[in-house]
């Protein structure tokens, strides 16, 4: 079946714009995860849904960042006012219910570049 | 301060050697540990899951082990191959539900 899809796979973006950031999660997977690498270092948590319940938002990096997700469908991590330490890829993952002890399924990613 | 490292953060090795990758974790009170393969426009895929109780875990090619005590894991690649290549990404889950990441180890595999 298809996996977890992101959109789109690269943006450069001028420094200050705002950037929408999306996430297809696999069908019927009820969490989803956001991640961000920047270069050279690790995978750093986000932000997750899990169903209807409120999102956990304690690995926002600052009050810039947002993501909202309906449902168990599609997700969107907005940006604003973007910086150039903004600049990373941005990951996105599904799994069947909430717990990272759960295998997660990733999507590719999408590439962020800020000028 | 919980932290995985991995070393080294590059290796080259010629085709059919066998190859180690390590990573290391600061506090012994994980839950389980996996060792994840990034390739380009691809995301990640999960290799082999290692659970807390458990000492190694093996696929394949692909044998893991894990060492709470000194708070290490090893990734063993058997008889590399070209397709290989790829960055591996070693991810602690700690008992109070925190998931970390290794910076990552790029491997390159030369025909």
């Known amino acids: 079946g298809a996996g977890v899809s992101q959109s789109p796979s690269n943006k450069v973006t001028e420094k200050g714009k705002d950037v929408e950031l999306r996430c297809d999660p696999i069908?019927?997977?009820?969490?989803l995860y956001w991640y961000r690498q920047r270069l050279g270092q690790g995978l750093e948590f986000l932000i997750y849904f899990q169903g209807n319940s409120a999102p956990d938002k304690s690995g926002l990096p600052s009050d810039r960042f947002s993501a909202e997700r309906t449902g168990e469908s599609v997700s969107t991590l907005t940006i604003q006012r973007t910086q150039q330490e903004d600049s990373a890829v941005y990951l996105c993952a599904s799994s069947p219910l909430y717990s990272f002890s759960y295998e997660q399924y990733f999507g590719p990613g999408t590439r962020l570049t800020v000028t | 301060k919980q932290e995985v490292t991995q070393i080294p953060a590059a290796l080259s090795v010629p085709e059919g050697e066998n190859l180690v990758l390590n990573c290391s974790f600061t506090d012994s009170a994980i839950y389980n540990l996996q060792w994840f393969r990034q390739d380009p426009g691809k995301g990640l895929t999960s290799l082999l899951l290692?659970?807390?109780?458990?000492r190694e875990q093996t696929s394949g090619r692909l044998n893991a082990s894990l060492d709470k005590s000194s708070g290490r894991s090893t990734l063993y690649i058997a008889a590399s191959q070209p397709g290989d290549s790829a960055t591996y990404l070693c991810a602690v889950l700690y008992n109070n539900n925190d998931m970390r990441f290794g910076a990552g180890t790029r491997l390159t595999v030369k025909p």
């Open positions: 290692i659970q807390s109780s458990q």
């Open positions: 069908s019927g997977h009820t969490a």
